[in-house]
């Protein structure tokens, strides 16, 4: 079983409400990626990271932001949560790109 | 990136082997296939992977034609449990799209008793 959290699992808000999804590995993956699936739909890259101080843009456009301070964590962040945030948010690492661990997601709900 | 075509559904009746096809025809010859599968909306769980020779690990099979235009995942004795998304990804393992993976629509497994 890999060892990545995904904290809250669910998370219903109203609109306007700043939110973080947190993420956290205990493998010491130093790679790191947020990605963001609306229901039946597919999955999109939104944010990735190669290490400590390193974040890119994904695929896909997204109106979060991250941050990666220490190895095994890896949050994300809206600023001002909207009803098109509505989605679920999985995070995923790997330490050779081949094999990607990922967390069990978090389902946002923007009210 | 070379782009994936899979078939949108296939059945499986349970106990027998489930044989998913993947075709890759603009694959290049640095580009891995990867194949992952989501069950119910739960996190995509990796399968397997292979270059140009076939593979084996104790979840499935991997085989790749000679050409490497094509690939079939064999999971060889399918479970209820093997109900999923199966996910054929093809990507370069290195350089800067190291470990970014494209998901498409994928192959909806049902596995029925």
């Known amino acids: 079983e890999a060892d990545i959290y995904q904290t809250p699992r669910y998370l219903v808000i109203g609109t306007g409400k700043k939110i973080t999804l947190e993420c956290s590995q205990t493998?010491?993956?130093?790679?790191m990626y947020w990605y963001q699936q609306d229901p039946g739909m597919e999955l999109h890259l939104i944010h990735y990271?190669?290490?400590?101080?390193?974040?890119e843009k994904g695929d896909l456009s997204s109106e979060s932001t991250v941050s990666r301070i220490r190895t095994e964590h890896f949050p994300l962040t809206l600023e001002s949560a909207r009803p098109s945030h509505t989605s679920q948010y999985l995070c995923?690492?790997?330490?050779?790109?081949?094999?990607?661990?990922f967390g069990p997601g978090t389902r946002l709900t923007v009210t | 990136d070379a782009k994936t075509t899979q078939p949108p559904s296939m059945d499986c009746a349970e106990g027998r082997a489930a044989n998913l096809p993947c075709n890759h025809s603009?694959?290049?010859?640095?580009?891995?296939v990867y194949w992952y599968r989501q069950i119910h909306s739960q996190g995509p769980q990796y399968i397997i992977h292979g270059l140009k020779n076939n593979e084996t690990n104790e979840m499935a099979s991997l085989i790749i034609t000679e050409d490497r235009k094509s690939s079939t995942l064999i999971l060889p004795h399918a479970t209820l449990r093997d109900t999923a998304v199966y996910y054929c990804i093809v990507r370069d393992a290195g350089g800067t799209s190291y470990g970014k993976l494209t998901f498409g629509q994928g192959t909806i497994l049902t596995v029925h008793p």
């Open positions: 995923a690492s790997t330490l050779t790109g081949y094999e990607q661990y």
């Open positions: 493998m010491g993956h130093d790679k």
């Open positions: 990271s190669y290490g400590v101080n390193s974040t």
């Open positions: 603009t694959i290049s010859g640095n580009e891995y």
